[in-house]
């Protein structure tokens, strides 16, 4: 997978051969996935977002759980009245090997698909590498606060 593909997140052959089912698996998680980033972006910034678009990407994201839930047993969660839980045999392929991993620590959280995301050692290295740049620069706007309150400029 060249540096492009990684970005635009185009999925490739791989090594096992995936089974229809294992390609639709991983399609429907870095969708899901990729939804929920597009949401948070939206609801995080200053701007107003029509309630209309945030509904139109949920109705996106509920066709993906529907169409593993064809396959897969996806439950609903009873307060949003929507398919959301997704049985552990969705985060399987038919050869038992994980369909994504998820690595976190308190300053990121970072999903490997381990077919298509290449070497895992190389993806494990550069999550670490990230971070640590996360944890520094948290560390730097702590001490940045710090400063900035003790000299009575925080506004508080």
């Known amino acids: 997978m060249n540096g492009d ?11 096992p051969p995936s089974t229809p089912l294992d390609t ?7 969708t899901i996935d990729r939804l929920d980033y597009v949401i948070d972006q939206l609801s995080g910034g200053p701007h107003e977002v029509p309630e209309e678009l945030v509904d139109f990407i949920d109705g996106i994201k509920q066709m993906q759980f529907m169409s593993l839930a064809e396959h897969v047993h996806v439950a609903k ?7 959301r839980h997704i049985h552990p045999d969705g985060y399987k392929y038919a050869d038992g090997t994980p369909v994504l ?3 976190s620590d308190q300053y990121g959280c970072m999903d490997f698909y381990p077919r298509y995301d290449g070497d895992r050692a ?4 550069e999550f670490h590498n990230w971070v640590a740049g996360n944890r520094e620069r948290a560390a730097t706007e702590t001490i940045f606060d710090e400063i900035v309150d003790g ?6």
């Open 5 to 15: 593909d990684k970005v635009l997140g185009i999925i490739t052959q791989t090594t």
């Open 122 to 125: 190389t993806r494990l290295r």
């Open 151 to 156: 000299l009575g400029l925080s506004g508080e």
């Open 24 to 30: 639709l698996k991983a399609l429907v998680h870095r």
């Open 101 to 103: 991993e998820t690595w």
């Open 77 to 83: 969660c009873e307060r949003l009245d929507e398919l």
